[in-house]
T-cell receptor
């Protein structure tokens, strides 16, 4: 079963706009990570946020974590065509240390 | 380029056969995890090896097994292949277990016919 659920499932925006994706999870976690996957190939690690952190930035990426709501968001600012990909959140559960991925958000940047 | 390499990149097998997939982890990493990703789905955790011992397993039957070698490279073995085993198999290496950044290989696309 999936621990994380990304929302929306698919998102199309114009190049230059900001893209926001959300992730909800069910159980207590040690950390939450966001990954990008291009065309069904390997995943690229974007950012890791620990359970005691509320916000992290990396370049054009901003991730927030709200452990009380069991949710996270990934914001990509000033989107580019190269950002077209699937984005996954992955949670590290406290109870058994397993990493659980959601089904992902498919982001398409329109020229 | 993550430094994690998987072989082969593509593979076609017949139902009932056995398959071995290989993964070379990134230099300095002592932990390898394996994931199965069906089309349109997120990766599903199969198991993890830390210093040559399995230290975490997902909801996969025993016919999915693995090994980690002294150089921290790893194998995933699947016996008695079923059609539903068709998927992209991803290997990820990290240092220190599940709570650290993982670096993924490009995956092996397995098709069972």
């Amino acid at each position: 079963s999936q621990q994380g659920e990304e929302d929306p499932q698919a998102l199309s925006i114009q190049e230059g706009e900001n893209a926001t994706m959300n992730c909800s999870y069910k159980t207590s976690i040690n950390n939450l990570q966001w990954y990008r996957q291009n065309s069904g190939r390997g995943l690229v690690h974007l950012i890791l946020i620990r359970s005691n952190e509320r916000e992290k930035h990396s370049g054009r990426l901003r991730v927030t974590l709200d452990t009380s709501k069991k949710s996270s968001s990934l914001l990509i600012t000033a989107s580019r065509a190269a950002d077209t990909a699937s984005y996954f959140c992955a949670t590290a559960r406290i109870r058994d240390d397993k990493i659980i991925f959601g089904k992902g958000t498919r982001l398409h940047i329109l020229p | 380029e993550t430094g994690v390499t998987q072989s082969p990149t593509h593979l076609i097998k017949t139902r009932g056969q056995q398959v071995t997939l290989r993964c070379s982890s990134q230099s300095g990493h002592n932990t390898v995890s394996w994931y199965q990703q069906a089309l349109g789905q997120g990766p599903q955790f199969i198991f993890q090896y830390y210093r040559e011992e399995e230290n975490g397993r997902g909801n996969f039957p025993p016919r999915f097994s693995g090994l980690q070698f002294p150089n921290y490279s790893s194998e995933l073995n699947v016996n008695a292949l079923e059609l539903d085993d068709s998927a992209l198999y991803l290997c990820a290496s990290s240092f220190g277990g599940l709570n650290t950044e993982a670096f993924f290989g490009q995956g092996t696309r397995l098709t069972v016919v």
